[in-house]
């Protein structure tokens, strides 16, 4: 027994590498249905955006901020807040403080526009992409007087004069939600400190983030700054449950799952045999 446990303690890191790599990517090839308890951050989050569909044509500005390396925690998030908006027949505002944002949550829209339940959405009328404007915060604080003082025209070229949904929209006191996905350091701060007044309770902040810009976020959770709060991929997978629509999130974070399990049997499994074989070794 201790010459297996001695050869336990010698096996070469390639072969630990094959196995976690192997535990991540084959469960991506499953579909399993997992028992997921969404924690109160995203049942705020869900709840607050479920009670727009009391409003008439309620209006959703959802901003993102992230890039390639972060697809498999925020896009999923996007597509299942996409879902929800769509579901509720909010009208969508797609724009971002980041380059790649806008064309990466794009993505996933198009692809629900593409299911029968929604192509009768149309663009201009239901959802409009103004894409990406530089300047970071100072775009926010624009935004506050006039969208369009900081975005003139859409994705397309168009002016903002010539969408229908964005005549009706002139600045922040016409949005009733903001959906902040972000992967950029200071996060949704930026948008509790420009975008709206603390006690101003009509227009409300939700976050969606990478799990380790989670904690701090949390802050102004608990504060009630923003109303909602959706940390990595858990966050995504508790808001599919909560939609009752699991898919990626959900998915990736079974895989993520198996990957801990076999990390946590390989450190069992290297501190028994060192234990077992500290004798000999003295």
Request: aromatic share 10%; hydrophobic share 45%.
């Amino acid at each position: 027994m201790n010459k297996i446990f001695e050869k336990m303690l010698n096996i070469d890191r390639r072969v630990i590498f094959i196995v976690i790599a192997l535990s991540t990517i084959l469960p991506l090839f499953f579909t399993v249905k997992l028992n997921i308890k969404a924690d109160n951050a995203a049942k705020s989050f869900y709840e607050t955006i479920d009670s727009l569909k009391t409003k008439k044509e309620p209006v959703v500005l959802l901003s993102a901020e992230y890039g390639p390396g972060t697809i498999p925690e925020l896009s999923p998030m996007a597509r299942a807040s996409f879902k929800h908006l769509l579901d509720i027949d909010a009208k969508i505002i797609v724009m971002g403080l980041f380059p790649m944002g806008p064309p990466l949550v794009m993505r996933e829209f198009d692809k629900l526009l593409k299911l029968p339940e929604y192509n009768n959405k149309q663009y201009g009328v239901d959802y409009v992409n103004l894409g990406y404007t530089a300047g970071g915060a100072i775009v926010i604080k624009g935004m506050v007087s006039s969208i369009k003082s900081k975005y003139p025209i859409d994705v397309n070229g168009t002016s903002l004069d010539d969408i229908p949904l964005m005549k009706k929209v002139k600045n922040f006191d016409d949005i009733d939600a903001i959906i902040d996905l972000t992967s950029l350091g200071g996060g949704v701060k930026s948008w509790i400190q420009f975008a709206k007044r603390t006690t101003d309770e009509k227009m409300k902040i939700l976050s969606g983030c990478t799990a380790v810009m989670a904690p701090e976020a949390y802050p102004y959770l608990n504060s009630g700054q923003i109303k909602g709060l959706l940390g990595g991929l858990k966050g995504a997978a508790d808001y599919e449950t909560l939609i009752d629509s699991p898919d990626n999130g959900t998915k990736y974070i079974f895989a993520q799952s198996v990957a801990h399990v076999m990390i946590i049997i390989f450190i069992l499994i290297g501190n028994i045999a060192f234990f077992l074989t500290r004798s000999k070794r003295n």
